[in-house]
């Protein structure tokens, strides 16, 4: 005959023990390995503690209007800068004031400069033949998302060649150098100082090798990563050196420190992975222990009352 449920209650099976019982240590070592030892796991399986991060982020750069040109001859160095000591202490009478164009274009219309159009032609003699060219220009880099970063940087274009030329074409970008991660938040200045002092008289100031070395030493920078030089041969009288180029501020990968908070996000997820694991195992084995009495322990069971 076949019989119906007419009726359940559900019932809870407490096992008590003793301090000094082995029961109760056997539970206490347990609790221990099971919350315990997935920590240990989740530390030693790396990444659990996350020393760096990295986002995303379009820098906000604007050209400052200040660059250094030094054209070489077969004789002698001339080039024109803004900085008007720079001028006066080590180009002097070599100092050739230029025609220069500069813009920059907002692409996208998200209110950050997309890339910058700079061109810049330099009188020169007859008798001068120009072989290679430096060129530094200087810009306003700032990036807010985590740390509020704020610098003045500089991209370095350098060309050199046996054969005389009358023109120098390049595209390249802005590329954004770290050396350290920077802080989750807060406001870094350190760098937001002129590269040259413009106050200086002194021509150790100006040498391109000092600037760029003191720049090498920063643990954030900028450099130009250029890509398709043209150099234009066959130099015309009266005819000025001209400097074309196309600079593009992409959107960078930044390297950061993660807050607290973030460490605690991912350290969580990768521990209660293991966790929980662990608890399904080890709830298995006290079920089995404690019903079949390997260890002496109390039996009381109670109805457990549902609303």
Request: proline share 4%.
């Amino acid at each position: 005959m076949v019989m119906f449920v007419v009726h359940h209650e559900s019932v809870k099976n407490c096992y008590r023990a003793h301090f000094c019982s082995m029961a109760l240590w056997f539970f206490i070592s347990v609790a221990l390995i099971t919350y315990i030892v997935p920590l240990f796991l989740a530390y030693q399986s790396h990444g659990f503690w996350i020393k760096e991060h990295t986002y995303r982020e379009q820098p906000e750069v604007h050209f400052k209007h200040e660059f250094v040109l030094f054209l070489q001859t077969t004789g002698k160095l001339i080039g024109y800068s803004t900085i008007e000591n720079l001028n006066t202490v080590l180009l002097g009478e070599n100092t050739r004031f230029p025609i220069v164009r500069s813009y920059e274009v907002d692409q996208n219309l998200d209110g950050k400069n997309d890339f910058m159009k700079f061109e810049v032609q330099t009188p020169v003699l007859d008798n001068e033949l120009i072989q290679s060219i430096q060129l530094l220009l200087f810009f306003d880099y700032r990036l807010y998302t985590y740390s509020n970063l704020q610098m003045e940087s500089l991209a370095f274009i350098s060309f050199q060649t046996c054969i005389p030329g009358s023109e120098f074409k390049s595209n390249g970008v802005l590329k954004f150098v770290q050396k350290y991660p920077l802080p989750h938040r807060g406001s870094l200045t350190k760098y937001d100082v002129p590269i040259i002092d413009s106050t200086s008289q002194n021509i150790l100031d100006f040498d391109l090798h000092n600037i760029l070395s003191s720049y090498q030493t920063r643990n954030i920078s900028t450099t130009f990563v250029g890509s398709y030089p043209v150099w234009r041969g066959q130099p015309s009288a009266s005819v000025p050196f001209s400097v074309k180029l196309h600079i593009e501020y992409p959107e960078e990968t930044i390297i950061y420190h993660p807050g607290f908070w973030q460490l605690i996000k991912f350290a969580w997820i990768q521990y209660l992975s293991i966790l929980l694991v662990f608890i399904y195992f080890f709830h298995k084995v006290k079920t089995f222990v404690y019903k079949n009495q390997i260890f002496d322990s109390t039996l009381t069971s109670t109805k457990v009352h549902q609303d």
